[in-house]
């Protein structure tokens, strides 16, 4: 086959002290169908023996390579598999998860096929122990099978239909040309899925779980510290002045996106208040209550979505036990 029609695909795994998640993760892309890959293996510096897990499947399977760090954080991974990759397509997957063996060959055929220089597909959620695997809450809102402009998909990723997360699409090489992540920061993956979004030619949806998404308390997720409301407090105006620039028609759309996620910052930051400093913590507060006051004269009040509007009331009336056990009761359904 040719390069045109068997493109290199670049699978990324940034880890850090996965030991007992990482080989179940490398075997599942190691025993992909389709088999023209490059696999970096983006080591942090971990200290618990993955750096040597690592080693090992670079010695069994010639597509593999083992890259050794200091540990920086998981933007600076990302990029530092980037700056190593030399593949058509980029593919990211996360050092807890595993793949379904025919993800590469469905997610190529469908960007070939469709001329779309991304392809996003829907996920499993699974337990720690994978136990108990079932389809994952955001497959009821994920869009119909098609193809998308960017103004379309954008709509799509603000209206939360779905979501910002690196493992669930494929893209292009070039698309990442001129883009890396913040380095020092987590939420990454917020920073930068909108921005090839746009510069992609189009999104094609395909309505079909290929991915496998560990639900882990440990997890940068699961662990609620100061950094994960902290950095989304850095990326959401970021973002709302991108899409007021580029996309004033999704104005709406985009600053009820963003109050969802100020919001959800709040309650991030009263479940992890224990990492900040109380004047730190009273900081955060004052500030993102700021900024979700603005967004919300910039929307209008009429333009709030109902969940929106009770999450909103609910912060500014310093509700956070209730939004907190909302939260809570929430994750336990993901998990």
């Given at each position: ?13 940034p ?42 499947w ?11 760090k ?11 598999g ?17 793949i ?17 220089d ?59 040309d001129?883009?890396?992540?913040a ?8 920073g ?22 560990r ?17 989304t ?15 004033p ?20 930051a ?21 900024l ?7 929307a209008?009040?009429t ?33």
């Open positions: 086959m040719s390069n045109d029609s068997c493109p290199l695909v670049s699978i990324i795994v880890l850090y002290n996965v030991r007992d998640y990482l080989d179940a993760c490398i075997k599942s892309i190691t025993e992909q169908t389709y088999d023209n890959l490059e696999i970096l293996l983006v080591d942090d510096g971990s200290t618990d023996g993955s750096d040597r897990i690592c080693d090992e670079k010695n069994r399977d010639k597509r593999i390579k083992a890259l050794h200091k540990n920086e954080g998981i933007a600076t991974a990302r990029n530092y980037l700056d190593h990759a030399t593949g058509d397509f980029i593919y990211w997957v996360d050092s807890d998860d595993w379904d063996n025919n993800l590469i060959q469905i997610s190529i055929e469908t960007a070939l096929n469709t001329n779309s991304i392809v996003c597909f829907e996920y499993y959620s699974a337990n720690d122990d994978a136990s108990i695997v079932r389809i994952s809450d955001d497959a009821k809102k994920f869009p119909s099978k098609q193809r998308c402009t960017s103004t379309q998909a954008l709509r799509l990723l603000w209206e939360d239909q779905v979501q910002n997360f690196l493992w669930s699409f494929i893209a292009k090489r070039h698309l990442y001129d883009l890396r992540f380095d020092g920061l987590v939420m990454e993956d917020m930068i899925t909108y921005r090839l979004y746009d510069s992609a030619n189009a999104v094609f949806y395909l309505p079909q779980p290929l991915y496998y998404y639900v882990r308390n440990s997890s940068i997720l699961g662990v609620k510290n100061a950094a994960l409301p902290l950095c407090v850095h990326f959401i105006p970021i973002i709302t002045d991108f899409a007021l620039t580029h996309y028609e999704l104005r709406a759309i985009e600053l009820n996106w963003a109050i969802r996620y100020l919001t959800g910052a709040m309650i991030w009263y479940q992890g208040r224990a990492d900040f400093t109380l004047q730190e913590y009273k900081a955060f507060k004052h500030t993102t209550k700021r979700i006051l603005i967004y919300l004269k910039m209008g009040i333009h709030l979505t109902t969940t929106n509007l009770i999450k909103t009331i609910a912060v500014y009336l310093n509700c956070m036990p209730f939004l907190d056990t909302i939260s809570r009761r929430r994750s336990e359904r993901t998990a």
